[in-house]
């Protein structure tokens, strides 16, 4: 282990889930996991960096080390960053790197076959943003002797229940959230250009709030407008905010990369009945919801029970509702596991942590009040705390 | 078209560059294109939304309009920011994100199905981010009658030579990467914490300069510090800066997509001799590599002076010293084409942009020093203006 390496966990935690790790494979018979997703790479060892636009990996045996594998220029990163011996990061030369002639997953093959791990049963993620389709062509051709299976989550479900210290960091990003919504709250105001508001949401998340320093959240602040919030995923321009403009704000306070994301919806001016009536809906369906929200339920109870509660005020909604959160890279802070829709029957257990995400998308408009909660003994706790309704800002 | 619809570009414009594309098409005999690369998808329609993180793409063939893909409740953005009409915005239901039993690309095969392009030769980005394996192993599965052949890149290719109206808005995120640097240099000094400094240069690059609003960059500020900076993609915490600190600030400014990356180095005090010999090295070897961006010359041809330069300075170097830029998302602001490296014999032309890109990570610390450029009739043109030179606060 390089020298001073400041951790974000203990080893005796990283042993921990290699181990978590290393059980599930051997349920599912896979020899050799060939882990690409940041944040399985990060929660397995430590590793941290803005690589991942090049191919990069862990590979995890039973008996061996984990190996750190990626680009050369980036191995001084995995020596900075995770707790792997500098003898077990390999870098591939640059010539690799978005060649048209040679695919940088011919190396990986090369280093599983030097390894001794180019045979047996080799799980991939089959569906990853890092894993394209021609990284998976690349590792059939060179590794003939292998059976490639799908690994998709198998990581990923290891993450589901928090650890203390991964809680603690998720309410450094609640505190940060918070923060970003005061923040908010006290600068928006008729005449502001979209823009310098954004620039506003970013300092702040980034900034932090004291020792909670902020690190840079897996998908940049929403702060949609009027007929632009009818859409979901539209990112600001430089209009100007007026006297009637409802915005909401689909924003996420983020640490040593840790998530609390949290919306908020703010009208300038008082905002139409309907607006009002949206809110009691969601709002009321909210609770109802989170009522399940205990060790015991299903992943689904929740959402029905919202779904039920939000056709009684008469708004329709078939989209999922929530999902995990906690560790998390570009391009989305989910961990894409649990969701909270209509047949997941994943049991809640203690320590899960969700984003509770009931937003409504109307004709002219949108409304977002979402909570990050974390599973207790018997039911839930907030992590963030910010005022739950439609803000009205005069 | 949506009424008051505020395109980036010309339809003319938008026009000339699908033709581009079903020119290629025609020419590697493929009847169907499916793109799933964001920044494809905003090049060829003005899609612009953070919903890369599900599955989308458009459509194109020879005869049919352009049709958008994606999740249902994306829709309403494609409405909202793409010149495609809205009989030809399908969206796919929320049962297939992110779930276990069904891929979104199931879906797709029907669309291609119904809409008579389930046969011939369908050429997919097999090496993207967006286009996973099982992206992918789902397109295989449910389009027996297709050939699925390799176009990565295809459309990227298309997008070289930069437009005047490409061009003006490069220039609008020179001036906000000017900005940026303008402002780092003014704030930085000793006992500043790194995510106060990285919180500033978000918000200086969000609020842009005036009309040159910012856009959210592809990747986000790197500013590693001393043995940080050993590596070349770490990102900020909370350590203080102290006196003879040196970092590099790897940033772009960003409007409507289109970046001017563009890095700087500042030594906190005096640097010590080394630095100022890398300084001399680096600096020499860029205008020797810069002597040859011109048209007709190739693009090793820069990379090649560059490194026999460097070389006589006794630095060897075997990574790619730049690369294409223009319109990008995450997680990379290249554009994924050319390479300034040895063996790329593309020839240059006119209008093509680089980020020409010669850092030296050091063993105690790296030295960036970088230019984005326009090649012009004869040469090139810097995009943003930054004093070229190892900057000292003292």
Redesign the interface.
């Known amino acids: 282990m390089p020298k001073n390496l400041d951790l974000n966990f203990t080893l005796a935690e990283y042993g921990d889930r290699l181990a978590a790790t290393r059980r599930e494979m051997a349920r599912r018979d896979i020899d050799c996991l060939v882990v690409v997703d940041p944040s399985n790479m990060a929660w397995l060892t430590g590793y941290?960096?803005?690589?991942?636009?090049t191919h990069q990996c862990v590979i995890v045996s039973q008996d061996a080390e984990p190996v750190w594998w990626g680009r050369?220029?980036?191995a001084?990163?995995a020596?900075?960053?995770c707790y792997i011996d500098a003898d077990s990061i390999i870098g591939y030369?640059?010539?690799f790197?978005?060649s048209?002639e040679r695919?940088p997953m011919d190396h990986l093959s090369q280093l599983l076959r030097k390894l001794g791990l180019d045979r047996g049963s080799i799980g991939?993620e089959?569906?990853?943003?890092?894993?394209?389709?021609?990284?998976?062509?690349s590792l059939q051709t060179h590794l003939p002797s292998a059976k490639l299976v799908?690994a998709?989550?198998l990581v990923n479900w290891q993450r589901i229940v928090k650890s203390e210290q991964e809680l603690s960091y998720m309410r450094s990003a609640a505190r940060i959230v918070e923060g970003m919504h005061a923040h908010i709250y006290d600068i928006i105001e008729r005449g502001m250009?979209k823009?310098?508001l954004?620039?506003?949401i970013?300092?702040?998340?980034?900034?932090?709030q004291g020792?909670h320093?902020?690190?840079?959240p897996a998908?940049?602040p929403?702060l949609p407008t009027g007929?632009?919030a009818?859409?979901?995923?539209?990112?600001w321009?430089?209009s100007v905010l007026k006297q009637g403009d409802i915005t909401f704000f689909e924003i996420a306070g983020c640490h040593k990369r840790y998530h609390c994301p949290l919306s908020r919806t703010i009208s300038l001016g008082q905002p139409p009945q309907k607006y009002l009536d949206a809110e009691k809906a969601v709002l009321d369906a909210m609770h109802a919801g989170l009522e399940n929200a205990k060790p015991g339920k299903l992943a689904e109870d929740v959402a029905i029970a919202f779904f039920d509660t939000l056709e009684t005020h008469g708004f329709k909604k078939?989209?999922?509702t929530g999902?995990c959160i906690g560790l998390s890279y570009?391009?989305?802070w989910?961990e894409?596991t649990m969701?909270l829709?209509r047949?997941d029957k994943t049991e809640l257990q203690k320590n899960m942590t969700f984003h509770f995400m009931p937003a409504l998308?109307l004709d002219d408009g949108g409304l977002e009040i979402t909570e990050s909660v974390v599973i207790t003994d018997s039911g839930y706790e907030r992590l963030a705390e910010v005022e739950q309704r439609l803000l009205v800002k005069d």
Chains 1, 2 share one sequence.
């Open positions: 941290d960096g803005w690589s991942f636009y050369g220029i980036d001084a990163g020596l900075r960053t030369p640059d010539h790197v978005q048209t695919h991939v089959m569906e990853n943003y890092y894993f394209s389709a021609a990284a998976f062509r799908d998709t989550a250009v823009s310098n954004a620039a506003e970013f300092k702040s998340g980034i900034a932090g020792e320093w902020g690190d840079y998908i940049l929403m007929m632009d009818t859409a979901p995923h539209l990112t321009d430089n078939d989209n999922r999902y570009p391009p989305d989910g894409r969701s829709r047949g998308w």
